[in-house]
């Protein structure tokens, strides 16, 4: 059965960075977009990043731009998150996705609390 499994996630204070890290398993990762979603309490899943699968188009969130950066190793079926100058506003769980065509793929989620 297809997984992703996020990890990384953690409590960090104010200004400081976490990279968080999603292993793909038992399907074509090559073939899929991937991305970063977040869903903080009471609050609906918002994009944070997607990345195509060379690589060749990354989008984020504007809420993000210039602080994370989402990148992919296709040789080890994974994607990552770095998130620089963490802010108390990027508290939430992280999911990752992969999606090709109709097929939706979510990870079960990493913890990002941002608090001093």
């Known amino acids: 059965q297809a997984q992703l499994v996020e990890s990384g996630g953690g409590l960090v204070q104010p200004g400081e960075s976490l990279r968080l890290s999603c292993a793909a398993s038992r399907f074509t990762f090559l073939m899929y977009v991937m991305s970063w979603y977040r869903q903080a309490p009471g609050k609906e899943r918002e994009l944070v990043a997607t990345?195509?699968?060379?690589?060749?188009?990354?989008n984020y969130a504007d809420s993000v731009k210039g602080r994370f950066t989402i990148s992919r190793d296709n040789a080890k079926n994974t994607v990552y998150l770095q998130m620089n100058s963490l802010k108390p506003e990027d508290t939430a769980v992280y999911y990752c996705?992969?999606?090709?065509?109709?097929?939706?793929?979510w990870g079960q989620g990493t913890q990002v609390t941002v608090s001093s």
């Open positions: 990345i195509t699968q060379a690589g060749g188009t990354i």
């Open positions: 996705n992969a999606r090709l065509a109709t097929h939706d793929l």
